[in-house]
């Protein structure tokens, strides 16, 4: 066919934050909500984009902020309420291995799962000041990436006609994002590469990086792939409280 993909987006939990992690020396000292996506794709392949937060009491114990679920926000609920068994899911592909992005691993267990190399080997030894965001079993953590089996990406790659992964450093250092082709033109799913619609627009790094410098020309590489960037944690992506369909040409 014309290997045209549709993009799901689900609300898997809310948080809110304080804003300068979102917008770098922004707002420092304002609240912002955000929502914790699972991206759901459809194509010729079943694919899933993050995992997501398997247990929230770890936001409060070990990342010390506050996040809540519903019962409609459970991931295996969300994939429910759009009708896929996460048994039916051929491929997981995560932007990195931040706790909030890499916890449902094993929703997926006849998956095939993507990371970047470098997001692999910096997650096992990373800074100590960043061992609780990875969960790193260097800080003794269970990391919902630990018994997983990766295909190790390294830079862009295709995953398949019309689906691509697209290095996007800086936030991490092997963050990636994905370019998904669509009735409606290139989407790029960004990860936390670009985190809010604000970021992009004006032109502010993610206030939570390794490399301010890098993380900046990331956003900027990724808005020259994108006719439409997808940013990983912003409301304005959820206009209702249902799953929220991008690029498709039939909504749910
Ligand atoms: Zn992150």
Redesign the pocket.
């Known amino acids: 066919m014309d290997n045209l993909w549709r993009i799901v987006a689900l609300d898997t939990g809310t948080s809110v934050i304080e804003k300068s992690i979102i917008t770098y020396l922004t707002d420092i000292g304002h609240p912002i909500t955000i929502p914790r996506i699972m991206w759901y794709l459809e194509g010729s392949r079943r694919v899933i984009v993050d995992t997501s937060v398997r247990d929230i009491q770890v936001a409060t114990d070990i990342i010390g902020e506050n996040l809540t679920r519903t019962p409609e926000q459970e991931p295996w609920r969300a994939l429910q309420r759009i009708g896929v068994d996460p048994l039916t899911i051929d491929i997981v592909i995560l932007t990195?291995l931040?706790w909030d992005?890499s916890g449902n691993n094993g929703m997926f267990p006849n998956a095939r799962f993507i990371v970047q190399r470098d997001e692999l080997q910096y997650a096992y030894a990373p800074s100590p000041f960043f061992e609780a965001a990875f969960l790193s079993p260097q800080g003794g953590y269970h990391s919902g990436f630990r018994t997983t089996r990766f295909y190790l990406a390294e830079g862009d790659e295709e995953v398949l006609p019309g689906l691509s992964v697209v290095k996007a450093a800086g936030?991490?250092p092997g963050s990636q994002a994905v370019r998904v082709k669509t009735a409606k033109g290139y989407y790029v799913i960004a990860g936390?590469a670009i985190f809010t619609y604000e970021n992009l627009q004006k032109d502010i790094p993610p206030g939570?990086h390794v490399d301010v410098d890098q993380a900046l020309r990331s956003m900027h590489k990724l808005a020259n792939l994108a006719d439409e960037i997808l940013p990983s944690h912003d409301y304005a992506l959820f206009p209702t409280p249902e799953p929220q369909e991008f690029g498709g040409q039939r909504t749910i």
């Open positions: 990195h931040h992005h936030h991490t936390d939570f």
